[in-house]
């Protein structure tokens, strides 16, 4: 009869070490520490990988503002070709005027 006993105790022994380990092992504190250590291990990564964004987002800012800056010049252009124009046909007139004179001071000769 005392083997049926000491497996019984020997079975609630074991048993309790190993619910003692199970609840060593997922402490709160144990599952901080595992969480503490994934971030240290993934921080440097997720760190390098913001600073690539911030670099690559203020590339993208200066060549937007480069490209926003061309697109107005070029509006401005177009929204000039009226003076262009203007400044075409007094130059063609003065080029008129100018052979005019000079035809007149020729015939005057």
């Not at 609630?12 to 619910?19: A, I, L, M, S, W």
């Not at 060593?24 to 600073?51: C, G």
């Amino acid at each position: 009869m005392e083997e049926p006993e000491m497996l019984l105790k020997g079975k609630k022994v074991t048993d309790k070490f190993t619910e003692s380990v199970y609840v060593l092992a997922n402490e709160p504190s144990v599952a901080l520490y595992r969480l503490q250590e994934h971030v240290r291990r993934s921080l440097p990564e997720l760190a390098q990988h913001k600073a690539d964004m911030q670099r690559w987002e203020e590339q993208s800012q200066g060549a937007i503002y480069t490209v926003e800056y061309a697109c107005s010049a070029v509006k401005s252009l177009m929204d000039s070709s009226v003076y262009f124009r203007s400044v075409e046909g007094l130059l063609k007139q003065a080029i008129s005027i100018r052979d005019h004179m000079n035809n007149s001071a020729q015939g005057h000769r």
